[in-house]
């Protein structure tokens, strides 16, 4: 998956320049918009950080591994606590093959 393709899904996943404040169900400000990409930037920065400490760190055990994917749902959920499926769908998938080619896990 390009980044283009990844933009795209966090765009529609986490949020979308004509998406609702699911508050008052009015339309995002500016500064709201801005905000909310600023932060799907910054998620996007620590699961790629992340795979690829997995990916590329030998002395790195699987329980290690874990806790940092857990580390990172957690993140994830504190950064768009309504957000938890749209990570499930983008995120975790990647995560979970990772961890199963790193260490040929089931």
Do not use: H
């Amino acid at each position: 998956m390009g980044s283009m393709d990844l933009n795209a899904d966090l765009q529609s996943g986490l949020g979308s320049p004509d998406r609702l404040d699911s508050e008052d169900g009015q339309p995002q400000s500016p500064e709201e918009l801005q905000e909310e990409s600023r932060k799907i930037r910054r998620l996007q920065m620590v699961v790629n950080m992340v795979t690829q400490c997995i990916a590329q760190d030998p002395t790195l055990g699987v329980e290690e591994a874990a806790e940092m994917v857990a580390d990172t749902r957690r993140v994830a959920r504190t950064m768009f606590p309504d957000k938890e499926l749209a990570f499930n769908l983008i995120f975790w998938p990647r995560l979970q093959r990772l961890m199963r080619e790193r260490y040929r896990m089931q």
